[in-house]
């Protein structure tokens, strides 16, 4: 602990001037012819009728030193929070690139390329779905997974949010432009390792707060089938979301049915709206109330000091109402 006001250590001698000035005072005494005759049943007041001056005096060095505006250096403080292990899997397959809302017939728009201009891709839709759904989530741990035909691990798990927002900001078309396919299996094998990875301090146990979200157009043609880490992930007590973007459910059938099977949930996003839906309904669902420790630096703790004095203070003065402790000089 330090003080930040030491200015207010130039108080010290006025007060101890009018303390001995007091002092100086209360010995002064008249003397009476009655005193003669009293002082045989006159006794020395109870050492306990000073308390209350005592407290006043206690008080003041309370007053002061909360004055002096003490500080703690560090401070911890173990706090309640919402925080789990969340797993973000982003399909950059060829596929993305194609406007939101736009399903392909022939090869053309069926609606006229017109209807499209200015409307973001899909991989640009999920990009801002993604850091929307990060910064509503502070306390949680957060890693990062692209995948296409194959996948790759962009960040672990991190409460360096901003470090990565600045990844999903730099994912494009061409991140993976050498592969261009989709593999969703790929993608969730990855996040389910990167879970198991990080969570080896559980030695095996289920435990609550681990999630896996994949956005994805779920146009799986190549690679990995997804069932394996869906059923792996489900024993490991991983919930998984699904948030499929202009999917075709006919061609994503499979997929979804077994989302659902261990106990995750599938949402179909054909536009912004449904997208943000999505994701807000996932971050209401998962709580998880964990217990923090928060480390404070330079946390003023004056509070505590001015408490103190305002309790001796008011002691005093009850102490002053009761005829016991009346000192007559």
């Known amino acids: 602990m330090y003080f930040t006001r030491l200015e207010f250590l130039l108080l010290i001698p006025p007060i101890l001037g009018l303390l001995l000035w007091r002092a100086y005072r209360r010995g002064r005494f008249l003397g009476h012819p009655l005193m003669f005759y009293l002082q045989e049943r006159i006794r020395h007041a109870s050492g306990w009728v000073r308390l209350p001056a005592a407290f006043q005096y206690v008080a003041l060095a309370f007053l002061l030193v909360a004055l002096l505006n003490p500080v703690l250096r560090f401070a911890e403080h173990e706090i309640s929070v919402q925080a789990l292990d969340i797993i973000l899997a982003l399909d950059l397959s060829a596929s993305m690139q194609q406007p939101l809302g736009y399903h392909p017939s022939s090869g053309s728009f069926p609606k006229g390329p017109e209807e499209y201009a200015g409307k ?7 990009k801002k779905a993604a850091i929307d759904f990060i910064e509503k989530r502070p306390n949680d741990r957060i890693g990062l997974v692209v995948f296409s035909a194959n996948a790759y ?64 157009d779920a146009e799986q043609n190549y690679g990995r089938k997804p069932f394996e880490p869906i059923a792996e992930a489900r024993q490991f007590g991983t919930r998984l979301y699904m948030i499929g973007v202009d999917v075709k ?42 217990l923090s420790k928060e480390y404070i630096r330079n946390e003023p703790s004056y509070f505590l000091f001015a408490s103190v004095a305002v309790i001796l203070l008011s002691a005093s003065v009850l102490l002053r109402a009761v005829p016991y402790f009346t000192e007559i000089s």
């Open 120 to 126: 973001p891709n899909r991989l640009d839709a999920v």
């Open 153 to 216: 691990v962009v960040n672990p798990l991190t409460v360096d949010h901003q470090g990565l927002i600045q990844y999903v900001q730099m994912l494009d078309g061409k991140t993976l432009i050498g592969e261009g396919l989709t593999s969703v299996g790929e993608g969730l094998f990855a996040a389910h390792n990167l879970m198991v990875r990080q969570n080896r301090l559980s030695r095996g146990r289920k435990q609550k707060g681990k999630v896996i979200v994949v956005f994805t």
């Open 249 to 290: 459910t006919e061609v994503a059938e499979g997929i979804i049915d077994a989302i659902r099977a261990s106990g995750g949930k599938y949402y179909d996003a054909s536009d912004a709206r449904q997208l943000r839906e999505a994701y807000l309904e996932i971050n209401s669902l998962e709580k998880n109330q964990v």
